[in-house]
């Protein structure tokens, strides 16, 4: 008795699915029912007789076979839209989906808000993540672009400098220490630091300068993500500390650089070396260019 084949429907339903980690956006994404990508991942894993996706309450985490699977189909799925691009020829983007991962809200919206602009048919799927998951998914390959600050391994990513700025503390105008040129990481121990969650970058270079300084900062209260941290500074629950760049200013709120804290650090637009050749991929980066 012949095995069971592996079809090439299987391999983009388990794609797909690997990259949104949800049953439903692959299907939209595939243009199918969501039943069918169901019957092609059941089928998947029983021709490999293992489990690809454990399900919990916030979406489906993808098991060690599914992970050594996804390295090898991804680039299948990248080459079979590379032959479709050119079999067609299109010279507009009348379709398709690109998924974008950033640290923080700026730059990434207005790249967004030109491309969906030149491009409105182009569906995005867009995620603030920390520092540490860009990197790991940007490894993974699950991700199409990721705007990103510092990452691993820069010269192996095809990519294009953004910025380059430092840590500034992020403070309510009427709070005293605004009327400071500059500030000191001692000064800023003795208020309500709000930070970003393990696995950013500023938690890393905070908990790095306090070490070397031989500083305590005792009262942190921690967001996840550096929209949400803005929010915090707005509402009076403390200072921030945060790249300068990261987030949109408002007239409630200045900046102010930390003596300690000079280090300055570029972020970038990045792609995987195979990705960049797609055709969406390569218009968000020629967008960049135009802003």
């Not at 705007?147 to 430092?166: G, K, M, W, Y």
């Not at 996840?224 to 009076?236: M, N, Q």
């Amino acid at each position: 008795m012949s095995a069971m084949k592996i079809s090439s429907h299987q391999i983009a339903a388990f794609t797909e699915v690997f990259r949104r980690r949800s049953v439903s956006e692959a299907a939209a994404v595939l243009g199918v029912t969501q039943s069918a990508v169901t019957q092609h991942l059941a089928k998947l894993e029983q021709r490999m007789g293992t489990t690809l996706f454990i399900r919990y309450r916030n979406g489906l985490e993808p098991t060690k076979p599914a992970q050594e699977l996804f390295a090898l189909t991804d680039r299948v799925r990248v080459l079979e839209q590379l032959v479709a691009e050119t079999v067609d020829a299109y010279s507009d983007l009348s379709a398709g989906h690109i998924t974008v991962i950033a640290n923080a809200p700026r730059p990434a919206m207005p790249i967004i808000s030109e491309f969906n602009r030149r491009f409105p048919a182009v569906r995005i799927t867009f995620s603030l993540v920390t520092w540490e998951l860009a990197k790991q998914r940007l490894e993974q390959h699950d991700v199409d672009i990721a705007i990103i600050t510092e990452p691993d391994d820069i010269a192996s990513l095809f990519h294009v400098e953004l910025s380059n700025t430092r840590l500034m503390a992020l403070i309510r105008r009427e709070h005293p220490l605004a009327r400071r040129e500059t500030l000191s990481l001692a000064e800023l121990a003795q208020e309500r630091v709000v930070l970003t969650e393990d696995g950013s970058l500023t938690l890393r270079e905070i908990q790095k300068a306090c070490l070397e300084n031989s500083i305590s900062m005792p009262n942190i209260i921690k967001m996840t993500t550096y929209a949400v941290l803005k929010e915090a500074v707005l509402h009076g629950i403390g200072i921030g500390i945060l790249l300068e760049d990261s987030v949109f200013p408002t007239e409630e709120l200045v900046y102010k650089s930390v003596d300690e804290l000079s280090t300055h650090f570029k972020t970038y637009i990045v792609t995987t070396s195979d990705k960049r050749r797609l055709r969406s991929v390569k218009s968000f980066f020629d967008t960049v260019q135009i802003l």
